[in-house]
Every structure is written in structure tokens, then in C-alpha cells.
């Protein structure tokens, strides 16, 4: 009968150590997860800023077509 229980109980801290590898293993996981998406809103955030510096780039380079244009159409007209 001791056999039995001592059996049983080995089995079960088998299984525990299973179970809390198991969970060491998710744990990890998660981690890298967790820094690969910190490393993504960062990226995301520097792209943002290349956008903001591009959108403003090519507004001022559009206001100095717009600007040499009326020039070139003053020219035509004198």
C-alpha cells in the first residue's frame, strides 16, 4: 500500500515539474514577446517622426514649386 502512495506522489511531482516547466517556458516566451513589441512601438515612433519630417520637407519644397511657378508666369507675362 506504501508503494502504491509513494508511486503515485512521484508521479504527481512529475507532472508538477512538467507543469512548472511548462510555465517557465510560457513565462519566457511572454518576456521575448514582450520586448519584441517595446522594440516595435519604438521603431513605430521613430517612423512616425521620419513621416512627420517628410510630410513637412515636402510641403516646403511644394510652397517653393508653387513660388518659382508664379515667378515663371510673371516672366511669360513681361
Do not use: H, P, W
Amino acid at each position: 500500500m506504501y508503494a502504491i502512495k509513494e508511486t503515485k506522489l512521484t508521479d504527481l511531482e512529475k507532472l508538477e515539474d512538467k507543469f512548472d516547466d511548462i510555465i517557465q517556458d510560457l513565462s519566457e516566451k511572454i518576456d521575448d514577446l514582450e520586448y519584441d513589441i517595446d522594440n516595435a512601438r519604438s521603431d513605430i515612433g521613430d517612423l512616425n517622426s521620419e513621416v512627420r519630417c517628410s510630410l513637412a520637407k515636402i510641403e516646403e519644397l511644394e510652397n517653393k514649386v508653387d513660388e518659382l511657378e508664379s515667378q515663371l508666369d510673371n516672366l511669360e507675362e513681361a
